[in-house]
């Protein structure tokens, strides 16, 4: 099997590289220049439309989270899954909008100079409401989070908020906590492998 996979790659290799070296030559100057014009046009507003995108959507995943709250009757356990989902949906649109919007702060950065002094606003607006979102909204999940698990500890605001919430989850939370980590791990040495090779 080895001998006619390496054969394969090789010529998939050569394919690609040749069909690499054509776009380069005819095609590579025009891509990154309209590229780098778009996202010197958007770069300044996009954080601002990003944050307002960010802000509707948890709002809705909470709004929804917020009214099964308030009808559990603290027994079904089915319906403790359903609202936990509910709270990681929302925390996983706050990652994926703060993901997003640091990449177009970091992008907006170089052409910070020959700006508006109106987009220059946005853009520093923009990054400003980001980091405020962040802490508020993870705030706010985990206050609907203690609601249903009244033993839990901790706050956003404190250094020491890891180390709280984690003492106070019991023996099942901390090895899910932990086969979490080893999966991330495993997950993330895997994307570095591929990051590292796509960038060579």
Same mark, same amino acid.
């Given at each position: !099997?080895?001998?006619?996979?390496?054969?394969?790659?090789?010529?998939?290799?050569?394919?690609?590289?040749?069909?690499?070296?054509?776009? @380069?030559?005819?095609?590579? =100057?025009?891509?990154? &220049?309209? *590229?780098?014009?778009?996202?010197?046009?958007?770069?300044?507003?996009?954080?601002?439309?990003?944050?307002?995108? %960010?802000? $509707?959507?948890? *709002? #809705? !995943?909470? %709004?929804?989270?917020?009214?099964?709250?308030?009808?559990?009757?603290? @027994? =079904? @356990?089915?319906?403790?899954?359903? !609202? =936990?989902?509910?709270?990681?949906?929302?925390?996983?649109?706050?990652?994926?909008?703060?993901?997003?919007?640091?990449?177009?702060? %970091? *992008?907006?950065? @170089?052409?910070?100079?020959?700006?508006?002094?109106?987009?220059?606003?946005?853009?520093? #607006?923009?990054?400003?409401?980001?980091?405020? $979102?962040?802490?508020?909204?993870?705030?706010?999940? +985990?206050?609907? %989070?203690?609601?249903?698990?009244?033993?839990?500890?901790?706050?956003?605001?404190?250094?020491?908020? *890891?180390? &709280? /919430?984690? =003492?106070?989850?019991?023996?099942?939370?901390?090895?899910?906590?932990?086969?979490?980590?080893?999966?991330?791990?495993?997950?993330?040495?895997?994307?570095?492998?591929?990051? /590292?090779?796509?960038? +060579?």
């Amino acid at each position: !099997i080895f001998i006619p996979c390496l054969i394969a790659s090789f010529v998939l290799g050569f394919l690609l590289s040749g069909l690499g070296n054509y776009m @380069e030559d005819n095609f590579a =100057d025009v891509i990154a &220049k309209s *590229v780098v014009d778009v996202l010197t046009v958007v770069t300044p507003y996009a954080n601002l439309i990003m944050n307002t995108l %960010t802000i $509707i959507v948890c *709002v #809705l !995943i909470l %709004t929804q989270a917020k009214k099964r709250i308030k009808a559990w009757d603290g @027994e =079904d @356990e089915d319906e403790y899954r359903k !609202i =936990d989902g509910i709270l990681g949906n929302a925390l996983t649109a706050l990652n994926i909008g703060t993901i997003v919007e640091y990449f177009f702060f %970091t *992008v907006g950065f @170089e052409g910070i100079v020959g700006r508006s002094g109106f987009a220059d606003a946005c853009y520093f #607006l923009g990054f400003i409401l980001t980091l405020v $979102i962040v802490m508020v909204g993870q705030q706010i999940i +985990i206050t609907m %989070t203690k609601e249903v698990n009244p033993e839990k500890k901790g706050s956003i605001y404190d250094t020491k908020f *890891v180390d &709280k /919430w984690e =003492d106070s989850c019991d023996e099942a939370e901390k090895i899910l906590i932990y086969k979490s980590a080893y999966k991330t791990y495993t997950k993330m040495s895997g994307f570095y492998v591929s990051l /590292w090779v796509f960038c +060579i």
